[in-house]
């Protein structure tokens, strides 16, 4: 029988001491950065306007490229113009991500790269896009089997043209002959999330956009191609309106705009939920409070990569920074977080700030093997270590550059660890970001 592998690996990426994630492979987790609950949590966060608003429209931003880029729609001047007058349509629009200690930097902004600002030309937004920009899932206006309706559609980059393919419609499984609105995935893209008006729990499946809307999923299944039967989420489900869900890179948490739950400032609120796996339930969903929710709308809300950042759309004119009708903004998340009863689910220690990346592996006997650096085609771009590993934990730096000491592009690495124990190859992996670069 194969043995286990004894060893793992720690690799944190100390971008800033807000930005700093710790993936812990005893748990099989990466431990999110998450929200101190109390009736004043909500005067504890800072909330910044984006750089890019403007007086036109902004909102639905899609972090992406583990929190490297990121899309967004917009109506700005740029965007085509719509029936030959002054309007235009709201279209995809792109920025880099790069961070400071207390900010968010993005450049440049630019229309939709490839041809995504084509997929969600015609006010057929708002769409969810996969962690490593491969995946986009997007809403269109189509006859559905009875009458007209919004369905999901999904479509994939392809690499070697540089451009997004032709949408193509998830199927009846999925879709319904009601609404089915504001998609989002998954890291691993086998599960996607959609609120829709169909019949359910909290839905008599009439078919208007004021009818009630619930937060559903559905499954896909890599073997025979397909996806499972909606699941209503009724642990976080209310009896008005709730929609627009996002969720976190490990899976366990999910962030959502709603008008049902309680307490609510006004308008849509947005919420956070962690999964319980003791009990097989989402936790009751808490509100991020005053600072993040007002008496008008907020939506579209976004976890950057680590969990630390929260992205979201207002479309309050009172809000500090706000230009535009609909304005996306982002939030710090304080991290001590108590979600389910007693249980904290935040072990991450904030971290000074450093532009090394430390890499920590700890094996349970002494051992030979290599320790690289590797980017998205697979190439070796950086030996860390070759040769014997010491028993315990053996810690490395790694300044973000190749072997030949050269900086490395903003992007996404792999650390992989190769070792020999017992003449037995076992192998681990873990991602690496690259961002705050300018190219």
């Not at 009630?212 to 699941?231: C, F, H, K, L």
């Not at 009990?279 to 600072?291: Q, S, V």
């Not at 697979?378 to 053996?394: S, Y």
């Amino acid at each position: 029988m194969a043995r286990s592998i004894l060893f793992f690996v720690l690799f944190s990426i100390f971008f800033n001491p807000v930005f700093a994630e710790k993936i812990c492979r005893k748990h099989n987790v990466i431990t999110d950065g998450f929200i101190e609950m109390g009736e004043n949590f909500g005067n504890k966060l800072q909330v910044v306007s984006t750089s890019f608003n403007t007086k036109d429209d902004e909102r639905n931003p899609q972090p992406f490229k583990y929190g490297a880029a990121m899309y967004f729609i917009s109506d700005r001047v740029g965007s085509h113009a719509r029936n030959n007058n002054d309007e235009r349509y709201e279209e995809a629009w792109y920025s880099e991500i790069s961070y400071t200690e207390d900010s968010l930097i993005f450049n440049p902004v630019l229309s939709g790269p490839g041809n995504i600002g084509s997929l969600v030309k015609g006010h057929e937004g708002p769409f969810g896009i996969s962690q490593d920009g491969s995946v986009c899932y997007l809403i269109r206006y189509t006859r559905g089997r009875t009458k007209k309706s919004y369905d999901i559609f999904k479509s994939s980059y392809d690499t070697k043209k540089d451009k997004w393919c032709k949408p193509s419609h998830l199927g009846i499984i999925i879709n319904s002959d009601m609404y089915e609105l504001t998609p989002g995935i998954n890291s691993d893209k086998t599960r996607l999330y959609f609120s829709s008006n169909r019949r359910g729990p909290n839905s008599r499946g009439v078919h208007y956009f004021g009818e009630n809307y619930d937060i559903w999923y559905s499954d896909y299944y890599p073997q025979t191609r397909t996806w499972g039967e909606a699941v209503n989420i009724t642990d976080i489900n209310s009896d008005d309106e709730d929609s627009c869900p996002n969720i976190s890179f490990d899976g366990k948490t999910i962030v959502f705009a709603s008008k049902g739950l309680e307490p609510n400032y006004g308008g849509s609120d947005i919420y956070i939920s962690r999964f319980d796996d003791s009990t097989g339930k989402w936790c009751k969903p808490i509100n991020l409070g005053p600072k993040i929710n007002s008496g008008s709308d907020e939506n579209f809300p976004s976890l950057l990569y680590n969990g630390d950042i929260i992205m979201f759309t207002s479309n309050d004119d009172d809000r500090d920074g706000a230009k535009g009708k609909t304005d996306i903004y982002y939030a710090f998340l304080p991290r001590d977080c108590e979600l389910c009863g007693d249980k904290n689910f935040s072990e991450v220690t904030p971290v000074s700030f450093t532009k090394s990346t430390k890499i920590q592996v700890e094996v349970p006997d002494a051992c030979f093997g290599e320790l690289n650096i590797i980017d998205e085609s697979g190439e070796v771009v950086n030996r860390i270590h070759a040769g014997e590993f010491k028993k315990g934990m053996n810690e490395f730096e790694w300044k973000g550059n190749t072997t030949k000491k050269k900086y490395l592009r903003n992007g996404i690495y792999k650390s992989v660890l190769t070792v020999e124990i017992n003449n037995e190859f076992y192998t681990e992996e873990r991602i690496a970001i690259i961002s705050g670069r300018r190219r």
